[in-house]
């Protein structure tokens, strides 16, 4: 089994910030993506940002330059600096992963945390 967990969120004022920050642990081999999903009341979960064990990275074109994704590899965690935020950034937010638990599987499944609530008010 393999556990999620984020920490970060909270409520904070439009045009601040929030780190979140999410802990891989269980029976992991390997980890190739970690990313970021949010969903907000009403709306269907939208990827937010990603990133590959290159450090390559992906981020939906609303949080583009205001969000950072980074990861680490021997740590299994992956974190979202959010700047600049934005009242329609309220949402929870789900860390994602697509792990490997062990060497004889080719692909790897996707796991979810339970979610973290962040809310910007204006």
């Known amino acids: 089994q393999v556990q999620l967990v984020e920490s970060g969120g909270g409520l904070v004022q439009a045009g601040g910030s929030l780190r979140l920050s999410c802990a891989a642990s269980?029976?992991?081999?390997?980890?190739?993506?970690m990313g970021w999903y949010r969903q907000a009341p009403g709306k269907q979960r939208e990827l937010v940002a990603s990133?590959?064990?290159?450090?390559?990275?992906h981020y939906a074109d609303s949080v583009k330059g205001r969000f950072a994704i980074s990861r680490d590899n021997a740590k299994n965690t992956v974190s979202l600096q959010m700047n600049s935020l934005k009242p329609e950034d309220t949402a929870v937010y789900y860390c994602?992963?697509?792990?490997?638990?062990?060497?004889?599987?080719?692909?790897?499944?996707?796991?979810w945390g339970k979610g973290t609530l962040v809310t910007v008010s204006s």
């Open positions: 994602n992963a697509v792990v490997r638990t062990s060497s004889s599987l080719q692909d790897g499944v996707a796991y």
């Open positions: 269980g029976s992991i081999f390997s980890i190739s993506v």
């Open positions: 990133i590959t064990t290159s450090a390559s990275t």
